[in-house]
């Protein structure tokens, strides 16, 4: 009988239970029973989640424009796994946890975990999830009626079968995220509410049972051009008959990866809508949800990361290559260990920013709510870079098995490339950085936070280094007199900003937990105009 060699897979066990750093640094924060239900959530992970993850992925969504006898019904068919996972959020309150704060300041933390765990195995799930939580919180900012008391109750439920998601409808083709060039309009009605007339060329979770958009208040046949002229709806993506709301779904996108999670271009006819805030302050508005969705985008990156990363561990112990495991040899060795740097420096970033979240909204910090308008963005184009660069590394660390698609390897490079471009890409990310110093002066917040951060440092060469960067840094910014002049250089002074914060906070976190040193030292080894080299 022939006999030939067969190559063991990585295995895949408890997320939460092989992430030191995850349980290392939650402990500094959540009590023991937290802790418990993370372990226990991870479990879930493997046992339930990531079985439905996969099936959701091979039966990707179908779009049926007509019935049998030519009507046209747009209805969009998605895997029972895909339903389960919307039933599986709710139960485990990925949202709620936001809005119920059981925790106080320190329920965004728990969240996040809890969607750190749950992304890499979700079919991007998480994605409706960011849009649902980015509603929600503009609805508990801004709204102030019935019906956005109703649809928030929705948003945020527990009860798989009274839980929505919302999709965001901002997007169209004039403009991509230069929003200002939108054309979408809205007529006003006798009974107050708008009726919508344009185009969306990416809209995301097109399933979802509400929507926040983007349009332009139409009076006497004319609209306010620009940015200023834009105002945001809610709008309810069904009417009380289940059927579309004045809306058509012109087709299904054919993405680069996201393949179960439904994206549509849409057209809106006479599709019926209700002011969302002040008439005509819709950009200013809409940055709140962006603010939630931004961070569920730097979270699920930096997840995507660090599952990868646990994958490669294990396939490095099972992996011979000339007659040893490649985990010993030492080139494998010095890449994991760079990557292993990346991906907790990454992780730092967004735990940080989710602190400061929990404070902004539960004590009204207004430091935290400095700090968050700049680590935002920071933190969003980021780990959205990043992501690509360490996935395109992991996946060459499986040779040849990580491009073949049954492994489910390829699959992560495919959908890490959606990070630096959904909800702003890396420029757009750049300038919003700069209007926050400019016009928001938040950078002040930013020097304080890192300085504190570095006097807790007790290595002076460290330290030294960093503070200088930092010195470096404000020097630079108080000498702008026109911002235009920094705008080629926003790339750059990102970079650095993110350098020495992530510094400063895996120095300070490695003072207290000693064994994680090493990756403290080898992110200093990078340099700050390294740090986007990919």
Not at 184 to 190: D, F, I, L, N
């Amino acid at each position: 009988m022939l006999k030939y060699f067969i190559q063991k897979g990585p295995s895949f066990s408890n997320p939460y239970e092989n992430d030191p750093l995850m349980d290392a640094f939650l402990r500094r924060y959540l009590l023991g029973e937290q802790l418990v239900e993370l372990k226990e959530f991870g479990q879930k992970i493997v046992d339930e989640v990531e079985s439905k993850g996969m099936e959701a992925e091979s039966c990707p969504p179908q779009h049926q424009p007509f019935d049998p006898w030519g009507s046209r019904i747009d209805q969009i068919k998605v895997s029972e796994a895909w339903e389960w996972l919307h039933q599986f959020s709710a139960k485990e309150g990925l949202v709620a946890l936001g809005y119920e704060r059981p925790l106080g300041k320190l329920s965004r933390l728990l969240q996040f975990a809890k969607l750190y765990l749950f992304h890499p195995s979700s079919a991007f799930y998480t994605c409706p999830l960011a849009m649902t939580d980015g509603a929600a919180k503009l609805i508990e900012v801004y709204g102030k009626d019935a019906l956005t008391t109703e649809v928030f109750q929705h948003l945020t439920s527990r009860n798989g079968k009274e839980f929505w998601t919302s999709g965001q409808w901002m997007t169209e083709a004039i403009g991509g995220s230069d929003v200002g060039l939108s054309e979408t309009t809205a007529v006003p009605q006798e009974d107050g509410s708008f009726l919508l007339y344009g185009k969306k060329w990416f809209v995301s979770a097109t399933t979802s049972q509400v929507a926040m958009g983007l349009a332009r208040i139409e009076r006497d046949g004319k609209v306010a051009e620009g940015s200023r002229g834009l105002s945001v709806f809610l709008i309810p993506v069904h009417k009380g008959d289940q059927k579309w709301n004045g809306l058509e779904i012109l087709r299904l996108k054919d993405k680069l990866g996201t393949k179960a999670l439904p994206t549509a271009e849409v057209l809106l006819d006479g599709t019926k809508a209700y002011l969302l805030g002040d008439e005509g302050k819709g950009v200013k508005i809409i940055s709140t949800l962006f603010n939630i969705t931004r961070l569920y985008n730097a979270c699920t990156s930096v997840a995507t990361m660090r599952r990868l990363l646990q994958l490669s561990y294990s396939y490095a112990e099972k992996r011979k290559a000339f007659g040893r495991a490649i985990k010993d040899l030492a080139l494998h060795k010095r890449l994991l260990n760079k990557l292993e740097a990346e991906t907790q420096g990454a992780f730092h970033l967004v735990f940080f920013t989710a602190l400061q979240l929990g404070k902004s909204e539960v004590d009204k910090d207004l430091h935290a709510e400095k700090l968050l308008r700049l680590l935002t963005p920071l933190a969003k184009l980021y780990t959205g870079r990043q992501c690509v660069s360490v996935v395109s590394e992991l996946v060459e660390s499986f040779g040849g098995a990580g491009y073949i698609e049954d492994t489910g390897i390829p699959r992560f490079l495919r959908d890490a490339q959606v990070f630096s471009i959904w909800e702003g890409t890396t420029h757009v990310l750049c300038l919003d950085v700069l209007r926050a110093i400019v016009k928001e002066q938040a950078f002040e917040a930013f020097y304080q936070e890192v300085r504190e951060r570095l006097s807790n440092v007790k290595t002076q060469k460290e330290r030294l280094f960093l503070e200088d960067i930092l010195e470096g840094l404000k020097e630079q910014l108080s000498q702008l007199s026109d911002p235009q002049d920094l705008e080629g250089e926003m790339r750059f002074v990102s970079a650095r900003m993110v350098f020495v914060l992530v510094g400063a906070l895996m120095l300070e976190f490695a003072e207290q937990e000693p064994s994680f040193q090493l990756p403290a030292q080898e992110w200093l080894r990078k340099t700050p105009s390294t740090i986007y080299e990919h």
